[in-house]
């Protein structure tokens, strides 16, 4: 705060910033080395057909546990790794597990659709990110079909030289293509237009208001209004109640992700889940805003 603050913008030694140092140093040394000694773990949430609850998909979230620090969510680590570059080598990381443990689901005639992958923005402007995702798909022999990839609305803001040409890329792998968080930001609707994505997903900021959230349920009309107009596929996130639920099935939000369904699960428990609420295989998947 300002008041420790000097004439030149420096900050005073205090007790608390060194400890904050400190911990920050510590938190990036463990996370430098966390890829290497097998550190991180993926759960998988299951994203379902808001009218039958039908799984329809499966998003990978990353858990990282450390002997020193115990357990983290991606919160208190992916924005270090972003800003250190870790999430690069983290972000191949998931990607090649998330193939894997596909194939593993397969093998056991576990027939998941599709796994969703989230990408970091430096993960995507970095070398060679469709390479990477034809690497892990041919390494676990999938088809792009089976893999799905989550961007930030960054890659919608920034305008990027090579944005384009890396959707078109993996776009051409046959992976599907989807926006997260949609709303958050400020996203240049432009872009929306112009980049081959297959969808959207609208965060959870604003499903958590509705139906009482008279500006929550404005900004869920919208984005509805604009998966539909722009032919997109759209999820709703961070569903929790029957209420919510109810009322994106009125809006004709097609598919939801959210504790009210479940939340991220073991890779050995995405078996009796599915056998509880059935699967709808990809041919059955109706995205009714879809256009090709
Ligand atoms: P996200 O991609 O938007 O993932 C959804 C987050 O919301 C997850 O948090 C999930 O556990 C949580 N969530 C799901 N349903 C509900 C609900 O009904 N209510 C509430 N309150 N929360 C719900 P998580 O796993 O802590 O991940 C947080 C964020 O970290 C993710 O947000 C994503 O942006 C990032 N992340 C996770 N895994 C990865 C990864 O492998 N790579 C990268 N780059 N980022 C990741
Ligand atoms: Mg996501
Ligand atoms: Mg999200
Ligand atoms: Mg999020």
């Known amino acids: 705060d300002s008041k420790r603050r000097g004439r030149n913008g420096w900050q005073a030694f205090t007790p608390e910033l060194a400890e904050q140092q400190l911990q920050r140093l510590q938190l990036e040394t463990h996370l430098r080395r966390a890829v290497h000694n097998d550190e991180f773990h ?156 297959h969808g959207l997903k609208l965060s959870q900021l604003f499903v958590q208001g509705v139906p009482d959230n008279q500006s929550d349920v404005a900004v869920c009309q919208a984005v509805t209004g604009i998966a539909r107009s722009l032919g997109l596929s759209l999820i709703a996130e961070g569903v929790e109640t029957e209420e919510q639920r109810r009322f994106l099935l009125q809006l004709e939000v097609p598919v939801g992700q959210g504790f009210l369904f479940a939340a991220g699960l073991k890779p050995d428990d995405l078996a009796s889940y599915c056998a509880r609420v059935g699967v709808l295989r990809a041919e059955q998947q109706a995205f009714p805003f879809h256009r090709e």
């Open 42 to 197: 993926l759960v998988y949430q299951p994203q379902v057909d808001l009218g039958s609850g039908a799984l329809v998909a499966v998003e990978a979230l990353i858990r990282w546990r450390n002997q020193s620090l115990g357990e983290m969510r991606p919160d208190r680590f992916i924005d270090h790794a972003e800003s250190t570059g870790d999430i690069v080598g983290i972000g191949g990381w998931v990607l090649q597990e998330a193939c894997l443990q596909m194939q593993r689901w397969r093998q056991e005639g576990l027939d998941i659709p599709r796994v969703a992958v989230n990408v970091s923005y430096r993960q995507f402007l970095g070398e060679d990110l469709a390479s990477c995702v034809a690497a892990a798909l041919a390494d676990a022999g999938l088809p792009g079909s089976a893999l799905e990839l989550e961007f930030t609305e960054r890659v919608l803001i920034e305008d990027a030289p090579d944005t384009l040409r890396t959707f078109a890329a993996l776009r051409a792998l046959g992976v599907t293509l989807t926006i997260d968080d949609f709303g958050e930001g400020y996203s240049a609707l432009n872009y929306l237009r112009r980049l081959p994505i």
